[in-house]
């Protein structure tokens, strides 16, 4: 689960689809934090490994021409 700059990685009990929702929703980032054994990765668009210790994720670096030198 995601939410804008943080992912939640939400450990699956074996053979479930999906983690256990209270039946009200979440209604904040703290309550999906609270749930047990997540781990807060302060990264978006990860992609998953075969644990919640492993993990690719992709960075941006943007580098500008500060004192405007022409570029052939």
């Keep these: 689960m995601s939410s804008p700059g943080k992912t939640y990685a939400v450990p699956m009990k074996t053979g479930t689809a999906l983690p256990e929702i209270p039946a009200d929703g979440f209604t904040?980032?703290?309550d999906i934090a609270a749930l047990p054994g997540v781990r807060v990765i302060d990264a978006v668009d990860l992609a998953p490994g075969p644990s919640l210790d492993v993990y690719a994720y992709s960075r941006e670096t943007v580098q500008?021409?500060?004192?405007r030198i022409p570029v052939p």
């Design 64 to 67: 500008r021409n500060l004192y």
């Design 28 to 30: 904040s980032a703290a």
